[in-house]
């Protein structure tokens, strides 16, 4: 196939004409045709009055090797994008893999396992999606939490309760195996060629559900409400994963893909000799404007625009004191949402639905922390800072898991806020208005205080005095990271153990943690066949 890039349209063009502009440049007709899609959109409003949309396409005619030969700009041939499934090891397989948490990293582990014939055995501890929704609902609505079935776990993962963004800054062939499975599962196609594609929570939770039916179907088993509690080793290689329930697997291969709010199995871990260290990560608020403020910043005179839907945005800030800012989990038309996994505690996330049409854009709003900042050098210090500031949170809302909140105008002053202006906060369960800064320490707020003054230039309208930031988003990323072999995915100290994903340390969203699952399970494919 030949690709071409850099074919322009405007706003009000249909995007058929990108094809027409595609046989142009070739000098073509569309009988010459034979197969054509669009690879990649994006939009390009640098220019005061002026939005245009720009695609690469990819196209299939005849006689493809003679136009190559004219050298015409932007005209090349098509790389090879097709996944490659790694050859099968030698070695024997004992037992079936196992593969442990059901989110992004697990999800896709297991599925190329299934894929390739290994039939795992995937142990999640939380619910089914179904089942999770229901549990979900009843802590947004009556404030009751089960702490081991919520936004943090069950099937699917956090991505599942979240916007559902697909894009990762890894460079990396397995990201379009990723994308090209969810739209397999009932994802919107355009994901494949969307800059910023998304799916949203809705659509997520029947994705999720597909992907599981076909782990299933390739002899894959998946056990929800089964946490995994404590494995055995024999010469420092695994032998097999214990439940809470007791249940023994017997495996010699378990993807441990836990996610980075297991706090309980983390400490298990560190309990039986698993390598392990804290690692940098961020904490801040929710900050939640309109979001017609944010398509008038980003879109102007063309912000009704009915080819432009919600705008986003994703902005960064260097501190004077050194500290990164940067805004995260950006969800363009959709809610605050209490995502605490742990009773007593209070945390906040961003979530939007596939229209992304509620009244209101959120993101977080992030300051670096760092080991240092911990107080001790201890591989789970990082846990115990996310917690402290997460009990604060829940003694600032009042209990009852309300959310602390408080005016952008009102932290920038350093006084607590009274009542609220234009910006009704989405969070369900309400907030209660206070002062941030007795919740933060004093170099996140300092941070944050600077970030929104200077962010304010790059989008207008960011540091409106209404703006409403409610606390504590301290679940950004995971505060630990388990130690593998950056070759074969093992653990350092644990044969057989292949941590992955964003609890281990090694991604951050959906699309980067399932090619961190896929690393796995290939390193697993590529050492040991099937056996009998």
Avoid at 157 to 184: C, H, N, P, Q, W
């Amino acid at each position: 196939m030949l690709r071409i890039s850099q074919l322009r349209i405007s706003i009000d063009d249909e995007v058929e004409k990108v094809k027409e502009l595609a046989l142009k440049k070739l000098k073509l007709e569309e009988k010459d045709l034979l197969e054509y899609r669009i690879y990649k959109e994006s939009i390009d409003a640098r220019h005061r009055g002026k939005i245009d949309f720009v695609y690469t396409v990819d196209l299939s005619v005849k006689n493809e090797q003679q136009i190559l030969a004219k050298n015409i700009p932007n005209v090349s041939a098509t790389p090879i994008l097709a996944y490659q499934n790694p050859e099968h090891g030698k070695k024997k397989m004992n037992h079936r893999p196992v593969v442990i948490g059901f989110g992004p990293a697990g999800m896709f582990a297991a599925l190329l396992l299934a894929q390739n014939g290994y039939k795992p055995i995937v142990l999640e501890r939380g619910q089914a999606v179904d089942e999770r929704v229901k549990a979900i609902d009843e802590f947004w609505t009556k404030g009751v939490l089960n702490p081991n079935s919520n936004v943090q776990f069950g099937e699917g993962g956090a991505g599942t309760f979240s916007d559902g963004k697909l894009t990762s800054r890894v460079r990396d062939l397995r990201g379009r195996k990723v994308l090209e499975e969810f739209v397999k599962a009932g994802a919107p196609e355009d994901i494949l060629y969307k800059a910023h594609p998304h799916v949203g929570t809705d659509l997520l939770r029947g994705i999720v559900k597909n992907i599981r039916e076909q782990i299933i179907a390739l002899g894959g088993e998946v056990h929800f409400n089964t946490q995994v509690s404590d494995f055995t080793t024999e010469d420092g290689e695994l032998t097999a994963v214990i439940t809470k329930r007791g249940e023994i697997f017997p495996t010699n291969h378990a993807v441990l893909a836990i996610g980075h709010s297991a706090r309980d199995t983390f400490a298990q871990l560190h309990e039986k000799g698993v390598e392990m260290t804290a690692k940098p990560f961020a904490v801040g608020v929710r900050i939640e404007h309109p979001q017609e403020v944010i398509n008038q910043a980003q879109f102007k005179q063309f912000a009704k625009h009915p080819r432009l839907g919600a705008a986003e945005y994703r902005l960064t800030h260097k501190g004077s004191n050194g500290r990164g800012v940067y805004t995260f989990c950006m969800c363009p038309g959709g809610l605050v949402v209490a995502s605490s996994s742990e009773k007593g505690h209070l945390v906040t996330n961003g979530m939007s639905e596939h229209a992304r049409d509620q009244k209101n854009a959120n993101s977080g709003l992030l300051v670096q922390v760092f080991p240092e900042d911990f107080g001790t050098d201890h591989p789970l210090a990082g846990i115990e800072f996310q917690r402290q500031l997460e009990q604060k949170a829940f003694g600032l809302g009042g209990g009852g898991y309300q959310a602390p909140a408080q005016l952008v105008g009102d932290f920038l002053k350093g006084q607590a806020s009274k009542k609220l202006g234009s910006v009704e906060p989405s969070y369900s369960l309400g907030v209660k208005l206070t002062n941030l800064n007795k919740l933060l320490p004093d170099y996140v707020s300092e941070s944050l205080k600077e970030a929104i003054l200077a962010l304010d230039k790059k989008l207008r309208g960011f540091a409106m005095n209404d703006a409403v930031m409610t606390g504590v988003e301290s679940r950004s990323s995971s505060p630990v990271r388990i130690e593998r072999d950056m070759e074969n995915h093992q653990s350092v100290t644990t044969k057989g153990l292949y941590p992955s994903g964003e609890g281990a340390g090694f991604a951050g969203g959906i699309v980067s943690a399932g090619i961190d699952g896929l690393k796995c399970a290939e390193s697993l494919i590529a050492e040991f066949s099937l056996g009998e």
